[in-house]
């Protein structure tokens, strides 16, 4: 992978036109070989607000979500819904979709639309879901839980932007040594699903790690009140790490995903 460094520094990191936005606010896919070389830059930033996380409109409305998920990520799709198109009149809605479209798109691929005057752009960088930018795609169980713990892994607790390195089994998120090198400090692993009528949002954290106070906010040792459910070590709620640190098949809610992206810090 070439300049694994360079980081976009367009607003929230994710290249997101925001003229008219306040304050800017089964199987597995063969992506998902462990090894390889990732054609994505995984070194991103984050500031994924907790407000647009559970109170935007594709967290409250089921039909825009669905209209959302059952079809193609594209423009054409997009402002062919009258369901996601009313969706995005939210403010909180369209900065979740900033998130969904930079965490499922892979870089130079984007989601253009029209709304009351004003033109938004959804650019793509990391590359979890790029089938779903395909005609005819959409985004299955599988692609909605690496988009819900990309995004769950890039919220702030005050909206601000921190460099990440994401790791996780799926080559979009491969890492090399280089980045292993200056991302030492291992946070926490974050996996759920925000496409569910009740959205799952679960972590563990790195065991002897405070470094989930940037989601959660206080101390980073008492997570009570998180907006996410903060299961304990993950030492005890996940499969061994493997070669480059991550965390995967993280057990929350009964269930054992392996959708899970883990979090480094410089």
């Known amino acids: 992978m070439q300049d694994r460094f360079k980081l976009a520094i367009s607003f929230l990191g ?17 992506l998902e070989a462990a090894g390889g070389t990732a054609e994505q830059e995984m070194v991103t930033r984050n500031a994924f607000t907790k407000e647009s996380l559970v109170e935007s409109a594709f967290a409250t409305d089921t039909l825009a979500t669905e209209a959302l998920t059952g079809n193609p990520l594209t423009s054409d799709a997009v402002a062919s819904s009258s369901d996601v198109m009313r969706a995005l009149r939210d403010p909180l809605a369209r900065e979740f979709l900033t998130y969904v479209a930079s965490c499922a798109l892979p870089e130079g691929q984007s989601v253009q ?11 793509g960088s990391i590359g979890l879901s790029p089938e779903w930018g395909r005609a005819h795609g959409q ?15 890039r919220i702030n607790h005050v909206g ?9 089994k799926h080559k979009a998120l491969d890492s090399d040594q280089a980045e292993r090198d200056a991302f030492p400090r291992r946070e926490a692993a974050y996996f759920g699903d925000l496409f569910a009528p009740e959205q799952r949002r679960f972590a563990c954290k790195s065991p002897g790690s405070t ?31 493997t070669s480059d640190g991550s965390f995967p098949n993280c057990v929350g809610g009964g269930h054992t995903t392996p959708t899970t992206v883990t979090v480094f810090r410089e």
Request: charge should be negative; glycine fraction near 16%; aromatic fraction near 4%.
């Open 211 to 241: 470094l989930i106070s940037r989601v959660c906010g206080g101390t980073g040792v008492d997570t009570q009140g998180c907006i996410v459910d903060v299961l304990g070590d993950c030492d005890d709620i996940c499969g061994a790490p």
């Open 160 to 168: 601000e932007s921190v460099p990440l390195s994401m790791r996780g």
């Open 139 to 153: 985004c299955n169980a599988r692609c909605q839980g690496w988009l819900s713990a990309c995004m769950l892994a």
């Open 113 to 123: 639309v029209s709304l009351d005057g004003e033109t938004y752009t959804f650019g």
């Open 14 to 30: 994710l290249g997101l036109s925001c003229v008219g936005l306040p304050a800017c606010s089964g199987e597995a896919d063969p």
